[in-house]
């Protein structure tokens, strides 16, 4: 027989870079109860090294280890090699038949497989017979000969077969007798750690972030990774380098073609080519491409012969070439031909139309050049996209069509618009919307109108703006298509809410259009329905309800990766307006600052001046007074002349006057008054301001005169807190000319105009005196008792880092102070001196910078030290 190479049948020694796979190598080694294991990957999956790191590893059997290559296809080499392997084993005894010379006769296969079998038979310890690269061998005969090896295998013997491809040796057989283990390669991808390590022991250093990109790119390849560290080491622009890495830089696409395409068939070759623009491609594709309808079957037989493709989905109806080689092949494609690959884009485009999936076939006919399928096709799928908040692959499909053919189409301009819009780029809206007025047809159809009305709503919106005529004229009768429908609701609900102020026209509208919405799936639609009812909400003063639909909206844009649109800063702004109201200062300040971070609301300044409002009043809340002043001050003059809605001028005026007369800055408060009056006028929030300078001023009846008829509703309130306000400052003008019955009466219509919409804040900054009688009352309020008890604790802030300034007996002590009993009675229940009562109440009044038992307990209330069902005497 043939004289065998020594490093023919020796393991292969481990590289200094190997990166040890416990997993994997735990998987060998609890797979020597299969008579036969498989290794089955694409060339560079690291086969070889994975079974040479286990053979070296093991101590449960003996390995014999052949490397194949196209010279064993000579069967008289091939068993040669085997009889060598095995005889080289340290337990195979010296007298063993394996040692002796052995003969081949090409008609005396069988024969020599059986003598070989029982030479096998007798050896004393478990042999591992492994065969590396058994795709190699192509010759009837020689696969004959294993196939009757296989069958007749020795009781000791297990035979590791490793290859490219499953080789034609009745495998399913086995499989199907649960005699075969396998391994594939979907099972040996490196994973983002083990990629880490190989690329850090070739030497490259990577951050995170590009390791991740190089796992993506290659799959978990290994050779692919190897392939990119040496090129990787080799550039010295690495972020360059690695956003570009594909099949197609040099040393990958000479391994792709020496290593794996040119050892497949050439009809093999010319289908993968065809099918590699789409990832994943699906079997009815791959069909429509390549033009076989045995597709399907062909993608079936390559990942289970080759694992160059990999089935997807729970249906497993698409498959994906491995990354790495699909890049080749599209790269190989265009080099044979780009006209070709347009037309292949084409196919692709109409097959995914008739998926219904659009955002894959505008995307296949972006790549075609044929703009006008594409026209055809965002004519077809903008409005259900834009609905369900895709802009980025209409803005993908706008910008492939040229900023020209978009602009004289007045449907392709208004998609632009609205795509615009819900990035927050308002100038680009504006543009796009001024090219589809100017080549507005003489004659436009329904469907068309309503996409105008709708971008000129939406375009006005943020400059505080009125929208054109067409904007709630101009949809007539309301579509049948549901889409159009939901659209044409949602731009005259808007304008009905912000422009007419017609809250309940707006209501109607909105619901109907989040009905639309949810049904049909329309999820960006349904969170502006959300947010636009929450604003009619707020206008409406039921901030709780607002609360409720702005909570709802800000948590399915978050889902859906929508939190840096207009819509979520707009329910950001309200959240922070009413966590302002519960005295949450924290939130609000937390809420409007994330408000404020986000891109669309620069482009936005009557949202931008809410936020930035919220923000210097929560910042005044939290004890940094000035600098809450002054936010809100260089917020108002930042704002100027431009128009913004009353009602939120109104609330910006009440939160800086407020502020301003408060820190004892009169002629700051004046000038911000004078700023509402100039913007609006028979308000009753003009006439609060009024009455609180007034009672600054120590003139009480004067006050009381002008607070009345926002009292009695003569006067309408355009915030909700209003007359929460007004009710506590008629209390404290109560109060100061002692009428105690009226202030009583003022502070429970206080309380139960208050409770309704969760308004804490004006509760917080009310004079010593309403809080006095708040806990003096508390408990008396009935059904408001419990909201009478936040009230009191309302704007203490920080009470847990109060309660610790308190001593534990101290706190004890604290919780007396309510009862009738005297000091004595307390120090005999306490059982301690009277003199030690003494100091800890002297302590208290000290640490609460109090003078007084009554006060003590008014502000331990205050700070939610005490209990609810704790009154001070």
């Known amino acids: 027989m043939p004289f065998v190479p020594h490093a023919k049948i020796t393991v292969p020694q481990l590289p200094s870079d190997f990166v ?136 000791g013997v297990q035979l590791v077969l490793s290859s490219r491809l499953d080789p034609p040796l009745s495998l399913p057989r086995l499989r199907l007798a649960g005699r075969l283990w396998e391994l594939r390669a979907e099972r040996m991808r490196f994973s983002p750690a083990e990629a880490a390590t190989l690329l850090e022991r070739s030497g490259l250093h990577l951050t995170p972030a590009q390791v991740e990109v190089l796992h993506q790119r290659t799959g978990g390849w290994a050779a692919g990774l190897r392939l990119a560290a040496r090129a990787v080491a080799e550039t010295a622009d690495r972020a360059g380098f690695l956003a570009q890495f594909s099949g197609g830089e040099h040393s990958v696409a000479d391994y792709l073609v020496e290593e794996i395409i040119s050892r497949l068939p050439q009809d093999i ?23 076989r309808q045995d597709a399907g079957s062909v993608l079936d037989r390559l990942e289970n012969q080759t694992s160059l493709v990999s089935a997807t989905g729970q249906r497993r109806d698409g498959y994906r070439i491995q990354e790495l080689l699909r890049t080749y092949l599209v790269a190989d494609l265009q080099r044979l031909g780009p006209k070709r690959a347009a037309e292949l884009h084409a ?37 259900p996209l834009i609905l369900n908040g895709d802009s980025g692959p209409l803005r993908r499909a706008l910008s492939s069509l040229g900023a020209q053919a978009t602009a004289c189409d007045p449907w392709l301009a208004l998609t632009s618009t609205l795509t615009h819009l819900q990035t927050g780029d308002v100038l680009a809206a504006h543009a796009d919307l001024r090219q589809a007025q100017r080549f507005w047809p003489s004659h436009d159809t329904g ?97 709780r309800t607002m609360r409720a639909l702005s909570t709802e909206a800000v948590a399915a844009m978050s889902n859906h990766g929508w939190e840096a649109t207009m819509g979520s800063a707009v329910a950001s702004a309200m959240l922070a307006y009413t966590a302002l109201l519960r005295c949450e200062a924290r939130d609000a300040e937390c809420l409007s600052a994330q408000g404020l971070a986000l891109g669309p609301v620069v482009s936005c300044p009557p949202l931008w001046f809410a936020l930035r409002m919220v923000h210097g009043a929560a910042v005044f809340d939290r004890g940094d007074r000035m600098s809450g002043l002054t936010e809100l001050q260089q917020a108002r003059a930042e704002i100027g002349e431009l128009r913004t809605p009353v009602a939120q001028a109104a609330s910006a005026a009440v939160l800086e006057f407020r502020a301003a007369l408060l820190l004892g800055h009169t002629t700051a408060a004046r000038t911000v008054h004078g700023w509402l009056a100039g913007r609006s006028d028979g308000n009753a929030e003009l006439l609060l301001m009024r009455a609180w300078t007034e009672s600054a001023r120590g003139r009480h009846e004067r006050a009381r005169a002008v607070v009345h008829p926002v009292l009695d509703g003569s006067v309408p309130a355009l915030l909700p807190h209003t007359l929460v306000e007004a009710f506590l400052l008629e209390t404290t003008l109560a109060l100061a000319t002692g009428e105690r019955p009226a202030a009583r009466r003022a502070l429970q219509a206080a309380l139960a105009a208050a409770q309704p919409i969760d308004a804490l804040r004006p509760f917080s900054q009310a004079g010593p005196s309403v809080r006095a009688l708040l806990a003096l009352q508390h408990g008396s309020f009935g059904g408001a008792d419990a909201f009478a008890q936040r009230a009191l604790a309302a704007g203490a802030g920080g009470g847990e880092e109060r309660s610790t300034m308190l001593s534990q007996r101290e706190l004890t002590v604290l919780g007396l102070l309510p009862s009738l009993l005297s000091l004595d009675e307390i120090a005999a229940d306490l059982t301690v001196s009277v003199n030690t009562v003494k100091s800890h109440v002297r302590s208290i009044y000290m640490k609460l910078g109090v003078s007084s038992r009554r006060m003590a307990v008014l502000s331990a209330h205050e700070r939610g030290l005490l209990a609810s069902n704790a009154r001070p005497d």
């Open 447 to 543: 469907d068309l109108a309503v996409l105008r009305a709708a971008a000129e709503q939406f375009a006005a919106v943020p400059f505080g703006e009125g929208a054109s005529r067409s904007a709630t004229t101009g949809i007539g009768e309301l579509p049948t298509e549901p889409q159009l429908e939901a659209l044409a609701r949602l731009s005259r609900g808007s304008a009905l809410l912000l422009e007419h102020d017609d809250r309940a026209g707006a209501r109607a509208d909105l619901e109907a259009a989040l009905v639309l919405a949810r049904r049909h799936g329309f999820d960006y639609l349904s969170t502006q329905c959300l947010v636009l009812l929450s604003v009619t909400a707020a206008v409406s003063g039921d901030l």
């Open 269 to 291: 070759q010319q289908f993968l080519r065809v099918i590699s623009i789409s990832d994943p491609v699906p079997c009815g594709l791959a069909a429509a491409l390549s033009g």
């Open 20 to 155: 040890l796979r416990p997993a994997l190598r735990a998987d060998l080694a609890a797979a020597d109860t299969a008579d036969v294991a498989l290794v089955c990957a694409p060339a560079g999956y690291g086969k070889t090294l994975l079974l040479a790191d286990w053979a070296l590893s093991s101590t449960a059997a003996e390995v014999a280890w052949v490397g194949l290559d196209r010279d064993d296809n000579d069967p008289s080499r091939l068993w040669a090699s085997v009889v060598a392997a095995v005889a080289a084993c340290p337990s195979v005894p010296s007298d063993s038949r394996l040692h002796a010379p052995w003969v081949w006769r090409p008609t005396a296969q069988p024969e020599f497989l059986a003598e070989l079998g029982l030479a096998l038979q007798r050896l004393p310890r478990p042999i591992v017979l492994i065969l590396d690269d058994v795709h190699e061998l192509v010759d009837p005969q020689a696969l004959h000969g294993v196939q009757i090896f296989m069958r007749n295998r020795p009781s």
């Open 347 to 383: 196919t692709a485009a109409r097959w995914w139309v008739g998926q219904d999936l659009p955002i894959r076939a505008l995307d296949h006919a972006a790549r075609s050049r044929d703009s006008e399928l594409l026209s055809d096709l965002l004519r077809r799928f903008a409005v």
